[in-house]
């Protein structure tokens, strides 16, 4: 086990203990000395003699190891009991009498021990007794201090005083100078002294600060004023109780160094040491210590309680009046700061208290503690003299703000009026003027508080900074400067105001000249049409187009005038404003806004050139169009009618034209009526010539038919109606009917025989001339009695024949020449079978069914036997039910037409015009009755020529706008519309569909299913 320090100096004495040399005694028995020895606690010496004795007497060693092992043992308990004591000396230094009985216990050990243990024993006495002490020096220091802690001060000084017994009786018997002895020890009866008066002092001083505290608290001034003259006496008190203990520690710190000077084996293991930090405490700690710290406990408990209810007070009014000032209420954070700074004043007086400690701790004595009253209650003084001066100025800037708030909703109650523009900126100017009058004012604090900022900046290089008073300044700066750009703002935003307002008026102008210039644009490019005739039309108007683009290049020259003269003003403000964004932005825009114009003048311009370009054309095809006008009429003097039709036609396009550049709906409506009554003249003269040219060709036609000439009596028919429908819309019923039948016998002839045209007419008839020869072979060889070679020459011919009639059916040369085969072959069979095909004939006949074979079979024949019984009469019948033949006479029908063309005469007769559509139609019912009613053709063409034709020659503009887009999505392939506007088309104008190109129109849209 490894031996502890102090154990190992005892043993360490010990040994040296044994070094000293003894001399044998008598002549007895020598190991009985030993005895001697021992029993006289002469250890050192029984050990020496018994070493010599095992020399001498080796064979005795045994006994004299005994000897030895007993001393051993009676040192190992000494050295136990030593071990002991250095443990309680070292764990238990307070328990003074333990450490005693045990050095009386090593005494008994050894009467006579050597110096070195007497010394060893004089030192442990020593060291207990510096243990002791030192101890319940700590223990009186701890105490204090904790009472302290505790807020109990005076109980603290007396734990200090309890110490003042430490060494004293040493250091009375000290040997010392009595009158040296007796004055420490009437200095330290006068700190007992003071600390009786300590006790009395320090109550009133608590009672009387506890009152201003109160004062403090409730922040009235009169209840200040009223607590202040009794607390300022108890501090004096309470001061120079303070100074009396400081000076009678500092007595006895002084006999001290007195002391030691004269002897150095004085230390602080003695009575003056602990006495004199008793009463001031120990430089080495940091806090109030001894009765003097009590005292300072005190004192700095009352003034830091009221000075802790005055900072509370001022924090809470202050943190008021800033949340009052951040939150606007500007007559709130002027009252409030105005008292804070009253209250700080007041304060100032507290803590100029602490001056009393200036005599001993800093003039006579500088002082740790009088070092760290000078530097925080002095940075405490100035923080508060700071806070007064800048409560003032946050109470002024206040009355700036509400001033300016005031001014603020002035400028934001101006109504910009625009028909009173000189007005709302005079308004707008009051208001800026008012913003530089706030901003002279806070520059005036502003330099106020700079100079605060420069006594603070001293005060930190002399070590008084506050870093509170430090981050206020910078508050109230930045405030302070808040407050200036705010009126700045204010100001800008007057200047701002005034330019969008200004600007507004810029841009309504420029507005008004964009408006007329898009009024004009949309003029050239069209408007959506307001006639319900046409709901998709687009209309353009060059002529307003003109009258608005004038207005717009007049507002365009003063717009820029007035640009140039706002900039101008613009860049005459302070920098501040000229370059803030609000007043950059109108600026800018307004800037922005001249090239806008400029940009405009241009486009106005173009617009111009392009609104007089149309007006020209627009003009010109007016021009063009009556000059049509003109023409058609001179064409329509002359007969030529088709000129006429022509240049009315043209004068239509050129009108549209015109209407289709410049939308005029006095010359939409006279120009319909216009080239409606010219039309309108153009049919009836026409129409007279028409009626009696289809007479005409209706007679031509009637006369080829009744004489066979099918093919020229369709042509001259086609040619009267195709003359007809010149003029009228509605088809002729006579041209109608002998075309019918003209084109019904040329039905029943078609593929009877092969006409030149025919695609196949060579191969046919090549075929045809085959057949022919084959027959005729056939034929001789039957007349030579050749059968066979007739049969073959027949087959032969029958298939030409059959080659043929697989193209042509009923060509009537092959049937006929297969009947004549069929006749030579065999006469009898041929017999029957002419019979049989008459038969079928017959019976097709009379059941109305197939009456085109039917007729051609009977033709074939008559070919082979004209003479046939009852042949004749059949085909008659037949030509009647096909309709190429009229029936025989039917004196019922005569009769029925006569009577109905009579009452048409009386209604022509009558001069009843509104009823000559009536009288037309049963005239054409007579003559369905009795075509050859030559006095109901006559009456018809009669009322034909009055009533005058009902086609239309040119279409009014509506219409022909609606057929034009027609056309256009036709040809684009969008024929769904194309039949719309075609649809509406013959709503708005129903007779546009007998034009020509209407109906042309029509049909190819029915040919692709719309």
Not at 814 to 823: N, Y
Not at 843 to 872: C, F, M, V
Request: with cysteine.
């Amino acid at each position: 086990m490894k031996m502890s320090r102090p154990l190992a100096l005892v043993m360490l004495i010990i040994l040296c203990c044994a070094s000293t040399a003894w001399a044998m005694g008598g002549r007895e028995d020598p190991l009985a000395y030993a005895d001697t020895l021992i029993a006289q606690q002469k250890y050192d010496e029984a050990i020496l003699y018994i070493t010599d004795f095992m020399k001498r007497y080796p064979d005795r060693f045994d006994e004299a190891q005994k000897k030895l092992r007993q001393i051993t043992k009676i040192r190992a308990a000494y050295n136990k009991s030593a071990e002991t004591l250095i443990d309680v000396m070292t764990n238990d230094p307070t328990n003074q009498e333990k450490k005693l009985a045990m050095i009386r216990e090593l005494e008994g050990y050894e009467r006579a021990p050597n110096p070195a243990v007497q010394e060893f024993v004089a030192k442990t006495k020593d060291l207990a007794l510096f243990t002791y002490n030192r101890a319940k020096f700590e223990e009186y220091m701890a105490q204090g201090r904790s009472l302290i802690d505790s807020g109990r001060y005076v109980e603290a000084a007396r734990a200090y005083e309890a110490g003042f017994t430490l060494y004293r009786q040493e250091f009375t018997e000290a040997g010392l100078d009595p009158g040296f002895v007796d004055g420490a020890f009437e200095r330290v009866a006068s700190v007992s002294g003071a600390i009786i008066t300590f006790e009395e002092q320090g109550e009133a001083m608590r009672a009387a600060f506890e009152e201003l505290a109160a004062a403090y608290s409730g922040g009235e001034a009169a209840a200040i004023d009223a607590a202040w003259p009794l607390a300022q006496s108890s501090a004096a008190s309470m001061a120079a109780t303070r100074r009396f203990v400081v000076d009678q520690g500092r007595a006895l710190e002084r006999s001290f160094a007195e002391l030691s000077s004269k002897d150095e084996t004085v230390t602080d293991n003695s009575f003056l040491p602990f006495a004199f930090r008793l009463v001031l405490g120990r430089q080495s700690e940091g806090r109030l210590e001894g009765v003097a710290g009590a005292i300072d406990a005190r004192w700095a408990n009352a003034l830091g309680s009221a000075q802790t209810a005055l900072e509370g007070r001022l924090e809470s009014e202050a943190g008021e009046a800033l949340a009052a000032y951040d939150a606007g209420s500007w007559d709130a954070a002027g009252g409030l700061f105005s008292g804070a700074a009253a209250l700080a004043d007041r304060g100032l007086a507290l803590l100029s208290l602490w001056a009393h400690y200036a005599p001993s701790d800093l003039a006579e004595r500088s002082t740790t503690l009088g070092q760290a009253v000078l530097e925080l209650k002095g940075e405490d003084y100035l923080r508060l003299r700071h806070l007064a001066a800048s409560a003032r100025t946050y109470a002024a800037l206040a009355a700036v703000r509400r001033a300016a708030d005031a001014d603020e909703r002035a400028l934001a109650a101006v109504e910009p009026d625009t028909a009173n523009p000189a007005a709302t900126l005079d308004a707008y100017e009051s208001s800026r003027l008012a913003f530089v009058r706030a901003q002279r004012e806070i520059d005036a604090l502003r330099l106020e508080s700079g100079e605060s900022a420069t006594r603070m900046a001293e005060w930190t290089r002399a070590g008084y900074g506050s870093d509170k008073s430090q981050a206020a300044q910078g508050e109230l700066d930045g405030r302070i400067a808040n407050a200036l750009g705010l009126s700045r703002t204010l100001e800008t935003g007057a200047v701002a105001a005034a330019a969008s307002f200004r600007y507004g008026l810029l841009s309504a102008a420029a507005e008004r000249a964009v408006a007329a210039i898009e009024s004009a644009r949309t003029s050239l490019d069209g408007v959506p049409s307001d006639d319900p005739q046409l709901p998709d039309a687009v209309f353009r108007y060059p002529g307003k187009a003109l009258s608005s683009l004038a207005s717009a290049d007049s507002i365009l020259a003063a717009l820029r005038a007035d640009i140039d003269a706002f900039v101008a003003s613009q860049a005459s403000r302070p920098d501040y404003v000229a370059s803030d964004a609000s007043v950059l932005e109108w600026t800018e825009r307004a800037r922005a806004l001249a090239a806008s114009a400029a940009e405009r003048v241009a486009d106005s311009r173009a617009l111009t050139v392009r609104a007089s370009e149309q007006k020209r054309l627009a003009d010109s095809s007016k021009l063009e169009a009556e000059r049509r006008v003109a023409e058609a009429r001179n064409a329509l003097r002359a007969n030529n009618f088709e000129t006429a039709r022509e240049r009315l036609e043209r004068a239509r396009e050129r009108y549209l034209a015109s209407l289709s550049i410049e939308q005029d709906p006095v010359l939409r409506v006279e120009s319909d009526r216009l080239l409606s009554e010219l039309a309108a003249t153009i049919l009836k003269t026409e129409n007279d010539l028409v009626v009696a040219e289809t007479r005409r060709l209706v007679t031509g036609g009637r006369n080829l038919y009744l004489q066979g000439e099918f093919d020229r009596a369709e042509s001259t028919l086609l040619q009267a109606r195709a003359r007809w429908s010149t003029t009228n819309s509605t088809p002729e019923v006579e041209v109608e009917y002998w075309l019918k039948l003209v084109q019904t016998a040329l039905s029943v002839k078609t593929g009877r025989d092969i006409p030149v045209t025919a695609p196949l007419f060579p191969e046919m008839s090549q075929l045809l001339s085959l057949a022919k020869q084959y027959y005729q072979e056939g034929a001789s060889l039957l007349a030579k009695r050749d059968k066979t070679g007739a049969i073959r020459a027949f087959t032969q011919a029958k298939q030409k024949i059959s080659e043929v009639k697989v193209i042509f059916p009923l060509n009537q040369e092959a049937r006929v020449l297969e009947l004549q085969i069929d006749q030579l072959s065999d006469p009898d069979e041929f017999g029957r079978s002419f019979a049989r095909l008459f038969n079928e004939a017959k019976a097709k006949i009379d059941e109305r069914a197939d009456l085109t074979t039917a007729y051609s079979d009977l033709q074939d024949l008559e070919a082979i036997n004209p003479r046939y019984p009852g042949l004749r009469a059949q085909i008659e019948r037949a030509e009647i039910l096909l309709g190429f033949r009229q029936p025989p006479p039917d004196p019922k029908a005569i009769a029925e037409a006569r009577s109905l063309v009579a009452a048409a005469r009386r209604i022509v007769d009558s001069g009843q015009v509104a009823q000559f559509t009536f009288a037309r139609a049963q005239l054409e019912k007579a003559l369905g009755l009795d075509p050859n009613n030559a006095e109901a053709s006559a009456l018809k063409d009669r009322i034909a020529t009055y009533i005058g034709g009902d086609t239309a020659i040119v279409l009014p503009s509506a219409a022909e706008t609606l057929y034009n887009e027609a056309v256009a999505f036709f040809t684009a392939g969008d024929y769904l519309n194309a039949r719309v506007r075609l649809t509406r088309l013959a709503a708005v104008y129903p007779k546009g569909a007998t034009m020509q190109k209407v109906s042309d129109l029509d049909a190819r849209l029915s040919a692709r299913g719309y």
